[in-house]
């Protein structure tokens, strides 16, 4: 779950929505509210190509007081939910009281004794600081992106700022949390020759990483909605479960998540 307000815009506070992977699930929006910013410019994103930058210090961006107060309230009429989920329009880790917002919901949680998974969505290209990793391994679940581990792949279709360096450095900065989870989003185009990821040479890599990393669990999905760049298409349930099969064969916790 990403957000259900496609490019760009997305509000603090959405949902509750059905996810497919975490249920009936609070979204919680830590970029801009009108504007999708964010660290990655991935080819496939729901939300729009948006714009691949820093938030400034100076744009508007709710704090932390602020979203502990619009979670309790929408709590007071959301019913029943299965997890409540730091995502949005941007990288949510970039938000400068990640930590302290990651530590109140927790609070917020053991007050009202409620049973629902705290997680996050990330594209983990702040797991250098201190803040973020300590704030990540406090939650119950952080998914962090792994879709592309070749180089020029992962420069072309996730688009990340060039201070996040290549694949090698990303996986580094995956393997320094306690826990991975890691969400891994494939997809073809027939029509634009480069654009796909669902690459024999890929997949490969894919499992790779995957055995370094020995991630908790693998959420193998494809694209569900309107993707930024619109000739992108899903890979078929049937080549998801064969890769997940294999995944499994070499050990590895896997779940496929089919359009």
Same mark, same amino acid.
């Given at each position: 779950?990403?957000?259900?307000?496609?490019?760009?815009?997305?509000?603090?506070?959405?949902?509750?929505?059905?996810?497919?992977?975490?249920?009936?699930s609070l979204g919680i929006n830590l970029g801009l509210p009108d504007t999708k910013v964010c660290t990655w410019g991935c080819v496939y994103c729901q939300c729009g190509m948006g714009e691949r930058r820093e938030i400034q210090l100076d744009e508007h961006?709710?704090?932390?007081?602020?979203?502990?107060?619009?979670?309790?309230?929408?709590?007071?009429?959301?019913?029943?939910?299965?997890?409540?989920?730091?995502?949005?329009?941007?990288?949510?880790?970039?938000?400068?009281?990640?930590?302290?917002?990651?530590?109140?919901?927790?609070?917020?949680?053991?007050?009202?004794?409620?049973?629902?998974?705290?997680?996050?969505?990330?594209?983990?290209?702040?797991?250098?600081?201190?803040?973020?990793?300590?704030?990540?391994?406090?939650?119950?679940?952080?998914?962090?992106?792994?879709?592309?581990?070749?180089?020029?792949?992962?420069?072309?279709?996730?688009?990340?700022?060039?201070?996040?360096?290549?694949?090698?450095?990303?996986?580094?900065?995956?393997?320094?949390?306690?826990?991975?989870?890691?969400? #891994?989003? &494939?997809?073809?185009? @027939?029509? /634009? =020759?480069? %654009?796909?990821?669902?690459?024999?040479?890929?997949?490969? !890599?894919?499992?790779?990483?995957?055995?370094?990393?020995?991630?908790?669990?693998?959420?193998? #999905?494809? &694209?569900?909605?309107? @993707?930024? /760049? =619109?000739? %992108?298409?899903?890979?078929?349930?049937?080549?998801?479960? !064969?890769?997940?099969?294999?995944?499994?064969?070499?050990?590895?916790?896997?779940?496929?998540?089919?359009?």
């Amino acid at each position: 779950m990403i957000s259900p307000f496609p490019n760009s815009g997305c509000p603090t506070i959405y949902g509750p929505v059905k996810s497919r992977r975490h249920g009936r699930s609070l979204g919680i929006n830590l970029g801009l509210p009108d504007t999708k910013v964010c660290t990655w410019g991935c080819v496939y994103c729901q939300c729009g190509m948006g714009e691949r930058r820093e938030i400034q210090l100076d744009e508007h961006v709710v704090d932390s007081k602020n979203v502990l107060d619009l979670v309790r309230s929408t709590l007071r009429t959301s019913g029943p939910l299965d997890s409540v989920t730091i995502a949005g329009n941007s990288e949510p880790t970039r938000h400068p009281e990640f930590l302290t917002i990651v530590k109140e919901m927790l609070d917020l949680r053991k007050e009202l004794k409620a049973k629902w998974t705290l997680n996050c969505l990330s594209n983990g290209s702040e797991l250098d600081q201190p803040d973020v990793r300590s704030g990540c391994n406090l939650l119950d679940e952080t998914w962090i992106k792994l879709d592309c581990t070749i180089d020029e792949m992962f420069r072309r279709l996730n688009r990340p700022l060039l201070r996040i360096g290549n694949v090698a450095q990303h996986i580094e900065r995956i393997g320094s949390l306690q826990r991975v989870f890691i969400q #891994t989003l &494939v997809w073809t185009c @027939p029509t /634009v =020759p480069g %654009i796909s990821n669902w690459t024999e040479n890929n997949r490969k !890599g894919l499992l790779e990483a995957f055995q370094k990393l020995r991630p908790q669990m693998i959420h193998v #999905t494809t &694209v569900a909605r309107r @993707p930024a /760049v =619109p000739q %992108i298409e899903p890979v078929s349930r049937q080549e998801l479960e !064969g890769y997940s099969a294999l995944l499994k064969r070499e050990g590895l916790n896997a779940e496929v998540f089919p359009s």
